[in-house]
């Protein structure tokens, strides 16, 4: 079917027959016969009549009179908008706003090629058919439209001040019509332009109560009077958690309890997060909590299910405490992609449950990091990396999925994503290796960290993932060097002490010493070897000895072996063949072959000695 612009509404002229027909269909409808009604709007519908084409979609969106069908119900909706009839044009834009796969357009009768596409809300084509609906004066699309311009405000981040204009001069004319739809989104978008829908519970006890306030509040009443059961979710939240002034716990629960009924799992979860607390009135009530919270579980609200794994895993009390339980709960929250429950979900896998002979499971935690970091956290980014650098294995299109995951972050400007992405390629985690890639990402990220700056010009240094290039290397291991990364340091004083071009023994010293005093038992190893003679800095065997022993005590093998030889031969202080024989002794045992021969020699030597005094 091709797409057209819906034409001016004109009423269908109807035959006495089909008058009758559709005034019955109408009756019947009301009386609550819905398979009768939909067999006569059906015939109707088959005429071209517009009226009745809105009929048998909402039917199919209903899925009472007949089974439930998104492909059916948006054909004869998109007959019905493209005649003009405002109603339609309305629904139309509702599911546009809602996303469908674009397929289903394209066919009366449903199929399953839909089933792998994509279903994003389309902002532009539900604006298109809710103005239209609007300025044929249907009031419920006027609020539509005017809630939408102002979801699009906070989307588009352009034009706010005049997208917000006219939003609320929408809102202002669905109100002036009656409709209970407007009153609900003008006091929704006060109390938000208010800021007390986006502060934290806790937080939002201590705003003031402010003229925007009362006027969305009175909006809200208006709404609920009108019988707007989303209004009593607001209403009841606010009564329960909003400002200290305004709260009514007794006012609250009776709101919330009217959504309940009406089948909103918002107000479910409210209520169970209530119970789960000693309030005034309403002692706490673990078994009302868990009821309340288990019904917006089944509403697919995924902090719900979060709620729930805390309530059993530390908020009962001890001896009803089950952390299997808590695990099951976190599950179906993270199903739902709730992050912190995919996170502590992840975490008890990673320890398991022994008293419930629940073993520890890094391929599932990893499994479950590799899901919250395709959702952009970063910290799962981190913590399924460790899990590969620590040897767990996982299926290829899950370190796939999360190298993608970094790509995606890293293209946004993420730089600890682009960092773990360097790592990744450099090592091969999640997939095969790429020094190229590496190479690009540790640079993209050379000024955030000091690490990043030292592997990307280690890769320089070393002609890794591209050319050689030792003047942009020395760049880079001297802004590592300035920022305190050791490696760096100590990278920048061998360049200065081996590479022609740029030799400078004192200042390599100097390094030296700057990461000595970090800790590094490489730099002093190194700096007993320019103490001990051969560079262009005063020689000083005592210091020398001095920083061997520095090392040697730390566990540097060539400086446990440096120390032996000083003590052997009394450099830099007294000769002491028992802690040459010690240092030597160390140095063997530690990989040093050189220290053989020495070695034998002193303890030949210690044989005679002791020899001579028996």
């Not at 938000?192 to 939002?204: C, D, I, Q």
């Not at 099951?328 to 709730?338: G, I, Q």
């Not at 490489?522 to 560079?535: K, T, V």
């Not at 020398?544 to 030889?565: I, K, S, T, V």
């Amino acid at each position: 079917m091709s797409s057209s612009s819906p034409s001016e509404y004109k009423p269908p002229k109807r035959k006495r027959a089909d008058r009758k027909n559709f005034a019955r269909a109408e009756k019947l409808l009301t009386e609550g016969d819905l398979t009768q009604a939909f067999s006569l709007f059906s015939a109707l519908a088959m005429k071209g009549d517009a009226e009745a084409e809105w009929q048998v979609g909402k039917s199919y969106l209903s899925g009472k009179a007949v089974p439930y069908s998104l492909g059916d119900a948006l054909y004869w909706v998109r007959l019905s908008a493209e005649q003009g009839f405002p109603p339609a044009c309305l629904t139309f834009a509702y599911l546009y706003l809602e996303g469908f796969p674009p397929s289903l357009l394209e066919h009366k009768q449903q199929h399953f090629s839909h089933l792998s596409e994509e279903s994003s809300p389309n902002y532009e084509k539900a604006r298109f058919w809710g103005q239209k609906a609007a300025e044929a004066g249907e009031h419920n699309a006027q609020a539509f439209l005017g809630s939408l311009l102002l979801r699009e405000k906070n989307h588009k981040k352009n034009d706010a001040q005049e997208a917000h204009s006219e939003a609320v001069g929408w809102l202002e004319r669905s109100i002036e019509g009656g409709s209970a739809l407007g009153n609900l989104e003008h006091g929704r978008q006060l109390l938000s332009e208010g800021g007390y829908l986006e502060t934290a519970e806790v937080s939002l006890a201590k705003k003031p109560i402010t003229e925007k306030f009362r006027q969305g509040v009175a909006y809200l009443e208006t709404a609920l009077e009108k019988g707007v059961a989303s209004a009593a979710l607001l209403l009841g939240w606010m009564r329960l958690f909003g400002p200290e002034a305004f709260q009514d716990l007794k006012k609250g629960v009776v709101l919330l309890e009217r959504a309940a009924q009406e089948g909103f799992s918002q107000a479910h979860y409210h209520l169970g997060i209530f119970y789960t607390h000693n309030h005034a009135d309403f002692p706490q009530d673990f078994l009302k909590a868990e009821s309340y919270l288990k019904q917006a579980l089944k509403g697919e609200v995924a902090l719900a299910g979060y709620a729930l794994g805390r309530l059993y895993e530390v908020e009962l009390p001890q001896e009803n405490q089950d952390k299997a339980i808590a695990m099951r709960f976190y599950h179906e929250a993270a199903l739902l992609k709730h992050l912190p429950s995919i996170h502590r979900l992840s975490e008890m896998f990673v320890v398991g449950i022994p008293e419930k002979k629940i073993k520890p499971d890094l391929r599932k935690s990893a499994f479950w990091l590799s899901r919250a970091s395709a959702l952009g956290s970063l910290q799962a980014q981190g913590e399924f990396g460790n899990l590969l650098l620590g040897g767990v294995s996982v299926p290829e299109a899950e370190g796939e999925a999360w190298r993608t995951a970094l790509a995606e972050e890293a293209a946004k400007g993420g730089e600890e994503s682009a960092y773990n992405l360097a790592l990744a390629y450099l090592d091969g985690i999640g997939g095969k290796k790429d020094p190229t890639l590496a190479r690009h990402y540790f640079g993209q990220v050379s000024d955030a960290f000091p690490e990043a700056a030292y592997q990307y010009a280690k890769m320089l240094f070393e002609g890794q993932g591209g050319e050689r290039d030792l003047q942009k290397a020395r760049i880079f291991f001297e802004k590592a060097a300035q920022a305190g990364q050791v490696e760096g340091t100590l990278a920048l004083a061998q360049m200065l002490l081996v590479v022609p071009e740029i030799k400078d023994h004192p200042r390599a010293l100097r390094l030296y010493h700057q990461a000595a005093e970090a800790g590094s038992i490489d730099a002093m190893f190194s700096l007993g070897a320019m103490y001990g003679g051969g560079h262009e800095v005063p020689m000083d065997r005592f210091k020398a000895r001095y920083w061997f022993l520095e090392g040697a005590e730390r566990g540097n093998p060539l400086a446990q072996y440096m120390a032996g030889r000083y003590y052997l031969r009394g450099l830099g202080g007294e000769r002491d063949l028992e802690k040459a024989s010690l240092w030597l002794k160390k140095a063997l045992q530690n990989g040093v072959q050189e220290a053989q021969e020495l070695f034998q020699a002193v303890e030949r030597e210690r044989a005679i000695l002791s020899a001579k005094n028996t």
